[in-house]
């Protein structure tokens, strides 16, 4: 119990301490990924601050817990049901300024402790990454840079490219690694998105594997394309809807050097989300 309440102490410092007026939201979110072998179910919560600290900086917190079920029904070999749930506490802080006057730099830092049902200090990860954004005109900016992601499933360095690009007053386009997305607004209640993100996570284990007594981590990956509604239902609440397709869908268990020792070949499969939010 110690240890548990350490570490989210430790995640709840820097949200708990901006409390000056400023940007805040709060979602709760649903999501099913049934494939041919096993089938996922994620629920998060997350909760975001931003505020402006001068005339060209900006900073933003965003503390989320996750948690994961893996249904293993269809899996005939079904070796591994004691590795049902995960879970997530994570705390993104991120810190933005203006260098010039078309010239933009963010750095993002993110401890995570990704675990399967004790939470130790063996099980945080230091994640994060710097980007450069330049805007090149009215409509079209582009963001460079690096990070150490989870987006393969194991911690590891990334690119980040995206170059941003603003049609009209209604319609916005992302085009970029990981992350793409077209966003279309006829109105000031409704959004639509159309969004492809390389995208994935990794748990500690609790304990070794009855094939491999070298299991260590349980890593999950997918590039996921998806179509994404969102409904203002009144007032501050946001209602988010999401369907799509996972391709290239992996889980896999990993040792302590990130080398493959088992993989479930799960196989390809759709996604649905549900979610609400509330943000002002």
Not at 22 to 48: D, H, L, M, R, Y
Not at 85 to 95: A, G, L
Not at 245 to 260: A, G, P, Q, T
Request: aromatic content about 14%; some cysteine; proline content about 2%.
């Amino acid at each position: 119990m110690k240890v548990r309440f350490l570490i989210c102490s430790l995640f709840l410092i820097s949200f708990l301490g901006l409390k000056a007026q400023g940007n805040f939201s709060a979602a709760v979110n649903f999501k099913t990924e049934p494939t041919e072998k096993i089938n996922f179910s994620e629920t998060n919560i997350a909760v975001f601050y931003q505020k402006k600290i001068g005339p060209k900086s900006k900073i933003a917190n965003t503390l989320e817990y996750s948690n994961l079920k893996v249904n293993y029904e269809l899996n005939s070999y079904n070796f591994y049901v004691d590795q049902d749930k995960f879970n997530q506490v994570q705390n993104k802080f991120e810190y933005s300024s203006e260098i010039a006057e078309k010239t933009k730099w963010k750095l993002s830092v993110i401890p995570t402790a990704n675990f399967q049902s004790k939470l130790d200090f063996s099980d945080v990860t230091v994640l994060g990454s710097l980007e450069i954004s330049q805007q090149i005109s009215s409509k079209l900016s582009v963001t460079a840079g690096a990070g150490r992601t989870s987006i393969f499933g194991a911690p590891k360095i990334t690119p980040i490219v995206a170059f941003d690009y603003k049609m009209n007053e209604k319609t916005d386009f992302r085009i970029g690694f990981p992350d793409s997305k077209i966003s279309y607004s006829n109105n000031d209640r409704n959004k639509f998105s159309l969004t492809n993100s390389f995208n994935g996570n990794f748990y500690h284990l609790d304990e070794t594997s009855s094939i491999d007594d070298n299991a260590e981590k349980a890593i999950l990956s997918q590039m996921t394309s998806a179509l994404e509604y969102e409904r203002n239902v009144g007032g501050n609440w946001f209602l988010h809807f999401k369907a799509g397709y996972d391709f290239n869908k992996k889980y896999n268990l990993l040792d302590s050097n990130n080398h493959k020792i088992y993989d479930y070949n799960t196989g390809n499969g759709y996604v649905l989300g549900i979610g609400i939010k509330y943000k002002q």
